[in-house]
């Protein structure tokens, strides 16, 4: 059976773990400083972390960040303080497939809700359709597409900015 709750502050290490070894990949802009800033915002309080647990192992997780800490590219779609970001998804490669992401964010909706969030934006590469799928899943629409060089080396190198109002 598998759990979600909050992540623990002293989990935060095994989740960075966790992202190294099963988050890389084309599709994914995982860079040394922006994880960081994202383990900082959680150190801080400034964000949160959904994981999945199974058998008392972290098996998956998602960062929730909050508008004041969210990327700033993001503002122009929208202006309200209520608004929420999800960072960060991952499950372990052995775990895939199984609706795990898809819970995490249902997860992190929820959880921005219950704050009194407004809105949650997650973006994607275009032509990720793993993420497309759980993206889709979780009620997450596209709002926006553009090229995205810095970001993205592969395929369209554009990525895709999707929204869910809550």
Same mark, same amino acid.
């Given at each position: ?20 070894q ?28 959904? *994981? /999945?647990? #199974? ?8 960062? $929730?960040?909050? &508008?004041?800490?969210?990327?700033d590219?993001?503002?122009k ?5 209520v608004?929420?970001?999800?960072g960060?998804?991952? *499950? /372990?490669? #052995? ?8 819970? $995490?964010l249902? &997860?992190?909706?929820?959880q ?17 359709l793993?993420? /497309? ?32 109002e809550?």
């Amino acid at each position: 059976m598998i759990t979600y709750r909050l992540a623990l502050a002293s989990e935060a290490e095994a989740l960075k773990a966790l992202l190294w070894q099963h988050g890389q990949n084309e599709w994914n802009h995982l860079t040394e400083e922006g994880v960081n800033g994202e383990f900082e915002l959680l150190k801080q309080g400034s964000a949160s972390a959904m *994981v /999945a647990v #199974q058998e008392g192992e972290i098996i998956g997780f998602a960062v $929730l960040i909050g &508008a004041a800490h969210s990327p700033d590219y993001l503002n122009k779609y929208t202006g309200l303080n209520v608004m929420y970001f999800i960072g960060d998804v991952v *499950v /372990a490669s #052995q775990h895939s497939g199984k609706g795990i992401a898809t819970a $995490l964010l249902q &997860a992190c909706i929820a959880q921005a809700k219950h704050a009194g969030g407004e809105l949650v934006l997650i973006e994607r590469h275009e032509e990720n359709l793993a993420s /497309a799928g759980m993206m889709r899943k979780a009620g997450f629409q596209i709002i926006d597409t553009f090229h995205d060089p810095q970001k993205r080396s592969a395929g369209s190198q554009n990525s895709c900015i999707l929204a869910i109002e809550l």
